[in-house]
């Protein structure tokens, strides 16, 4: 956990992406290089279903998933460049009801 908070507090470049799964779901990706490899620190998934999943150095895992460890392959994973303001959009919001996306109060990662 440690190590995911100093490489997100620290991080001067940060790329996002996003994938969609083979159920329909949607995910969102923030990494940053470290070492070498390029390192996810934040990620949320939007599931087919309308629920948001978010995992980061604060909310590591849950019953529903959990931060990857695994490194990112660009040559390897199929994910989709996209811009920063799409990855926060995405982080900042949660899924209501009936009335789609809204601002979810008093949380920063799940």
Same mark, same amino acid.
């Given at each position: 956990?440690?190590? *995911?908070?100093?490489? /997100? ?5 940060r790329?996002? *992406?996003? &994938?969609? /799964?083979e159920?329909?779901g $949607?995910?969102?990706i !923030? ?6 490899? $390029?390192?996810?620190?934040?990620? @949320?998934?939007?599931? #087919?279903a309308g629920q $948001? &999943?978010?995992?980061?150095? !604060?909310h590591?895992? /849950?019953?529903?998933g959990?931060?990857?460890?695994? =490194?990112? /392959? $660009? =040559?390897?994973?199929?994910?989709? @460049?996209?811009?920063? =303001?799409e *990855?926060?959009?995405?982080?900042a ?10 601002r979810e @109060?008093g949380t #920063?990662?799940?």
């Amino acid at each position: 956990m440690l190590h *995911f908070r100093e490489l /997100d507090e620290a991080a001067t470049q940060r790329q996002h *992406f996003r &994938h969609a /799964d083979e159920g329909g779901g $949607l995910w969102y990706i !923030e990494a940053v290089p470290d070492r070498g490899e $390029l390192v996810v620190i934040k990620q @949320a998934e939007l599931t #087919s279903a309308g629920q $948001l &999943h978010r995992y980061c150095w !604060e909310h590591l895992e /849950d019953e529903h998933g959990g931060l990857t460890d695994q =490194a990112i /392959d $660009l =040559a390897e994973d199929p994910l989709e @460049a996209i811009p920063a =303001a799409e *990855f926060q959009r995405v982080w900042a919001w949660c899924v209501g009801r009936t009335t789609g996306l809204r601002r979810e @109060a008093g949380t #920063s990662c799940y």
